[in-house]
């Protein structure tokens, strides 16, 4: 079992950081390449397409005034806060990487939020005409970290029944 002192802070902060960079820099490809309406075909399945979202996952909670942006924006940090203290208190690695990975996700996104009051949201996943929403880079990283801690706790928990019967 690795140490609470020995956990890879530097090493997760190096790929919080890549994601940060990454999901930074396809949006800023995309606003480049990509012009508003339109789509541009990537394979049979994958398409880009250029959407700003001034709300959260699947468009919930829309900024409508200045007061829901505020409040948007303050719920925002107000999390990235709690994860980011869960990524300094982890109990392993997989939740020093994961709880890393909602972080630079969040502030990918956050990032978006401040420059554009909506996040910026190109990948358009579709199989056989049924269109998922259009997410980026940070929310997949984000997802990718709430399923990395899901597993961990499934383990965990399948630990303790183990131990206890």
């Not at 508003?36 to 409508?64: D, K, Q, W």
Request: glycine fraction near 6%.
């Amino acid at each position: 079992m690795i140490t609470f002192k020995k956990l890879p802070k530097k090493r997760s902060l190096v790929i919080g950081t890549l994601v940060l960079i990454l999901d930074q820099f396809s949006k800023f490809w995309v606003l480049e390449h990509v012009g508003t309406g339109e789509i541009l075909h990537v394979s049979s399945c994958l398409n880009f397409m250029l959407a700003f979202n001034p709300g959260v996952t699947f468009g919930l909670l829309r900024a409508y005034s200045d007061v829901h942006y505020i409040l948007l924006v303050l719920g925002v940090c107000t999390l990235s806060c709690f994860v980011s203290i869960w990524w300094w208190k982890a109990e392993n690695a997989i939740q020093r990487y994961a709880t890393a990975i909602i972080f630079f996700g969040a502030l990918g996104n956050l990032a978006d939020r401040l420059r554009f009051r909506a996040v910026v949201d190109f990948i358009d996943f579709h199989v056989f005409g049924w269109h998922w929403y259009t997410f980026n880079l940070a929310d997949s990283a984000i997802v990718l970290g709430v399923g990395l801690l899901l597993l961990d706790n499934f383990f965990k928990a399948k630990h303790l029944k183990q131990k206890f019967y």
